[in-house]
C-alpha cells in the first residue's frame, strides 16, 4: 500500500526536523539522561553525587539510586530544589517529579 506524504512548499531547517524527530522518539528522554549523569555533581554537588546516581528516566519522572535509607529520606526533602536545578539545566520542565530507592551508585 502506497502512502500520501503532503507535500512541503518549503524547504525545511535541518535542525528543526532532527529536533522533531527526536521528540518523537525515545532519544530525547536518553539525552536528557546522558545530559544529566554528565552534570550530575555540579548540579547537586559533590557529596550528594557521591550517595545518589540517576538512574532512568520514565517520561517526566527522573528515577534516582541512592546509598542508603538516610539518604533516601534527607533528598525526599530536597526534591523540590533538585527539580529546579535539573529542569534549569535541561532548559524545560523535562523533570515534574522524581522517585529515589536504593541502588547502585555507579
Known amino acids: 500500500m502506497r ?10 531547517h535541518l535542525g528543526g526536523v532532527l529536533r522533531d524527530a527526536l521528540k518523537a522518539s525515545s532519544l530525547d528522554v536518553d539525552l536528557d539522561l546522558y545530559r ?3 552534570q550530575w555533581t ?3 554537588g559533590p557529596v550528594i553525587a557521591q550517595n545518589a546516581r540517576p538512574a532512568a528516566i520514565k517520561g517526566k519522572l527522573l528515577l534516582v539510586n541512592v546509598s542508603s535509607a538516610p539518604w533516601m529520606q534527607q533528598l525526599q526533602y530536597l526534591k523540590s530544589e533538585m527539580m529546579e536545578k535539573l529542569n534549569s539545566a ?4 523535562a523533570v515534574k517529579d522524581i ?3 536504593i541502588g547502585p551508585i555507579e
Do not use: Y
Not at 502512502?3 to 524547504?11: F, G, Q, S, W
Not at 535541561?90 to 520542565?93: G, P, T, V, Y
Open 3 to 12: 502512502v500520501l506524504r503532503k507535500r512541503m512548499d518549503k524547504p525545511a
Open 36 to 38: 544529566l549523569w554528565e
Open 42 to 44: 555540579d548540579l547537586v
Open 90 to 93: 535541561l532548559e524545560r520542565e
Open 99 to 101: 522517585r529515589f530507592k
